[in-house]
Every structure is written in C-alpha cells, then in structure tokens.
Nanobody, 122 residues
C-alpha cells in the first residue's frame, strides 16, 4: 500500500514557475514508476510526465516537454514536478500516482494522491 500527498500548488502568473512535490509512504517507493497527471475543469485526467523507479528514465507529454521536469529522491520517498514557463492552459488539479509500469494511461496507476490546484493567470 502506498499513500501519496501532493503539495506546492498555487496561483502564478503566466511565464512563472512552480515546483510540485509528492511525498509517499511505504518502503517500496523505489520499485514504482511515478507519474504526474492533471485534470482541468470539464476535461478528462491527462498524462503529464512519468519517471522510472531509479529515476533514470523519464517521459513527457508533448504539451509540457521542454518546460516541465520530473525528478525523484528515493531517499526522501518524494517525486517532484518542476514547472517553468507556465501557461494559462496548464491550469488544472495536478495528481501524482504510483504504478508498476511506465504507462501513460490513468488506469495503469494503482495509487493516487488527493491533488493540488495549479492556477496560471494572464
């Protein structure tokens, strides 16, 4: 069982930056792929980025590539999402998730956090 708690969301102007954190419980954190997803009002939850258990492999949605960076610190059981050059269309609730595979599909992840709101204003 893995429990996930996100933090770091907030209100930022377009062009600004935020860093999201996701703290995980459990002693098997490093065995999981970790993903970040987001859900805007009226839209389906969508994949943002994911990272392998060791941190050596990352993958990004085209919409965030070059602006967002996912990383993890297995000693701290934490995964991060550094978001730069934010745009209004990045506004959403951001969720972290843990899963056994590196899939981009929501259904492939077994554990989810409660989400943190990111709002980007013009």
């Amino acid at each position: 069982q893995v429990q996930l708690v996100e933090s770091g969301g907030g209100l930022v102007q377009a062009g600004g930056s935020l860093r999201l954190s996701c703290a995980a419980s459990g002693r098997t954190f490093s065995s999981y792929y970790m993903g970040w997803f987001r859900q805007a009002p009226g839209k389906e939850r969508e994949f943002v980025a994911r990272i392998s258990g060791s941190g050596g492999r990352t993958y990004y949605a085209d919409s965030v590539k070059g602006r967002f960076t996912i990383s993890r610190d297995n000693a701290k059981n934490t995964v991060y999402l550094q978001m730069n050059s934010l745009k209004p269309e990045d506004t959403a609730v951001y969720y972290c998730a843990a899963g056994a595979s590196g899939s981009t599909y929501v259904m492939s992840y077994d554990y989810w956090g409660q989400g943190t709101q990111v709002t980007v204003s013009l």
